[in-house]
């Protein structure tokens, strides 16, 4: 694992004592309600709990911090899904959070789909991210928690704007309306985050990754992002000896990143990152591709003859460009190395063919 620090300052005794709050500031941070000391304000262990922990990020999360080893022993990890609760519900949510007392949590949880789900569904993509980070938050404040890393999007982003965009921009115009509801119920998340530090003082931050792909994604055909829906598609038109139809013109221009590169760098952000104001997780603008080489990159990972990749310039194109700049994690990160396209596009479509058929372990597959 990287470090921008020397990690010697998350072993100390002295930074453990400062990962939990006093009782002093847990006062404050909770004037109104009942006092509860966490017991964590006792035992000073740091407890990470991930939401979201079986998704796309969370299990990059927990394939990052297995590889770490004994690196992670003085902090408990906890990955929870859909199944420990519904995050929309506060009750179930103060549930949680009684259960496992985490003293951070990086929030992952999400309603999240691809170009298509959000044109369908935009009322559900709102009301469900707004409830859920709303429970969150308000969890958070309410116990104290040391720190809370959520995860916003460029596809958040102003769509009329001038590239590449950084972390000061988001809120400069409305965002593209494919995907309205999904991109304000994230950008009130900034938004929740200088609120929460104004009035309560709480060490609340976010990250901005740019579009995601790895193991464990969503493979569903229809729903899901341009990757995990492009691979199982083709896996699907090989077999069948089809053509290989791709949606959209495929000149719109996208930055991906690796889920386990991503992990990594949302892991240094819960350790070391200090700032109240969002960070964009980025590959540079210098590898920003168009769906066109997304396309043939997949044929080439799944063995499929380039001359029957097509493209069906009826289906929609959404945001053309959504260019970050990543210059902010640059000077925290100068060294970071990214997994190269290729490399992460073989191990995801080498996951995907050998799992295609074990149930329950690929979503959105339809195995015979
Ligand atoms: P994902 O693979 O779809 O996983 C979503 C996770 O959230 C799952 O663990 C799911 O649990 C859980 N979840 C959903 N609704 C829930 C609810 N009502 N209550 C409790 N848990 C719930 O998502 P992801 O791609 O890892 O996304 C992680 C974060 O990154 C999200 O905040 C997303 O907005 C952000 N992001 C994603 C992308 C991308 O390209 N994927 C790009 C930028 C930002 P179950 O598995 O049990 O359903
Ligand atoms: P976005 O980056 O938020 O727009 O999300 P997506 O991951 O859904 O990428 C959308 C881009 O990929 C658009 O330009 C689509 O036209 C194109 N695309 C091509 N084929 C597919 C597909 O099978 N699924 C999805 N989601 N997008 C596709």
Request: with cysteine; hydrophobic share 35%.
């Given at each position: 694992?990287?470090?921008?620090?020397?990690?010697?300052?998350?072993?100390?005794?002295?930074?453990?004592?400062?990962?939990?709050?006093?009782?002093?500031?847990?006062?404050?941070?909770?004037?109104?309600?009942?006092?509860?000391?966490?017991?964590?304000?006792?035992?000073?262990?740091?407890?990470?709990?991930?939401?979201?922990?079986?998704?796309?990020?969370?299990?990059?999360?927990?394939?990052?911090?297995?590889?770490?080893?004994?690196?992670?022993?003085?902090?408990?990890?906890?990955?929870?899904?859909?199944?420990?609760?519904n995050l929309c519900d506060p009750a179930e949510v103060a549930a949680i959070f009684d259960k496992y007392q985490p003293t951070h949590v990086i929030h992952l949880a999400a309603q999240v789909g691809g170009l298509f789900a959000n044109m369908k569904h935009k009322v559900q993509f709102w009301r469900n991210n707004v409830m859920m980070n709303d429970n969150i938050f308000q969890e958070c404040h309410k116990r104290g928690v040391k720190k809370l890393v959520s995860c916003l999007?460029?596809?958040?982003?102003?769509?009329?704007?001038?590239?590449?965009?950084?972390?000061?921009?988001?809120?400069?115009?409305?965002?593209?309306?494919?995907?309205?509801?999904?991109?304000?119920?994230?950008?009130?998340?900034?938004?929740?985050?200088?609120?929460?530090?104004?009035?309560?003082?709480?060490?609340?931050?976010?990250?901005?990754?740019?579009?995601?792909?790895?193991?464990?994604?969503?493979?569903?055909?229809?729903?899901?992002?341009?990757?995990?829906?492009?691979?199982?598609?083709?896996?699907?038109?090989?077999?069948?000896?089809?053509?290989?139809?791709?949606?959209?013109?495929?000149?719109?221009?996208?930055?991906?990143?690796?889920?386990?590169?991503?992990?990594?760098?949302?892991?240094?952000?819960?350790?070391?990152?200090?700032?109240?104001?969002?960070?964009?997780?980025?590959?540079?603008?210098?590898?920003?591709?168009?769906?066109?080489?997304?396309?043939?990159?997949?044929?080439?990972?799944?063995?499929?003859?380039?001359?029957?990749?097509?493209?069906?310039?009826?289906?929609?194109?959404?945001?053309?460009?959504?260019?970050?700049?990543?210059?902010?994690?640059?000077?925290?990160?100068?060294?970071?190395?990214?997994?190269?396209?290729?490399?992460?596009?073989?191990?995801?479509?080498?996951?995907?063919?050998?799992?295609?058929?074990?149930?329950?372990?690929?979503?959105?597959?339809?195995?015979?």
């Open positions: 694992m990287f470090r921008s620090a020397p990690r010697s300052s998350r072993s100390d005794t002295s930074h453990q004592h400062a990962s939990a709050p006093s009782r002093a500031e847990f006062v404050r941070s909770h004037p109104e309600g009942t006092l509860v000391e966490p017991p964590h304000a006792r035992t000073m262990s740091k407890v990470v709990m991930v939401t979201g922990g079986t998704g796309l990020v969370g299990s990059g999360i927990q394939e990052a911090i297995a590889a770490e080893g004994d690196a992670a022993k003085d902090e408990k990890w906890i990955y929870l899904s859909s199944k420990d609760g999007s460029t596809c958040i982003f102003p769509d009329k704007t001038t590239f590449p965009i950084n972390e000061t921009m988001i809120h400069d115009g409305p965002p593209h309306y494919s995907n309205e509801g999904y991109a304000y119920a994230k950008r009130m998340v900034d938004v929740q985050n200088r609120m929460y530090k104004s009035q309560y003082g709480c060490n609340f931050t976010a990250v901005i990754p740019t579009n995601i792909f790895g193991k464990h994604d969503n493979f569903h055909l229809e729903d899901s992002h341009v990757i995990p829906g492009l691979i199982h598609r083709g896996m699907i038109c090989k077999k069948e000896g089809k053509d290989f139809e791709i949606w959209g013109s495929g000149t719109p221009l996208r930055q991906f990143i690796y889920n386990v590169d991503l992990a990594k760098l949302m892991i240094w952000t819960m350790r070391e990152y200090e700032e109240a104001d969002p960070i964009i997780l980025s590959v540079g603008e210098e590898d920003e591709i168009t769906i066109k080489d997304v396309a043939y990159a997949v044929a080439k990972a799944l063995d499929f003859p380039k001359e029957k990749v097509k493209f069906d310039t009826s289906k929609a194109d959404g945001q053309f460009k959504k260019t970050a700049d990543n210059s902010k994690l640059r000077k925290y990160l100068p060294d970071f190395k990214f997994t190269p396209f290729e490399e992460a596009m073989d191990t995801t479509v080498k996951w995907f063919i050998e799992n295609y058929d074990v149930p329950g372990a690929v979503r959105g597959a339809v195995p015979k």
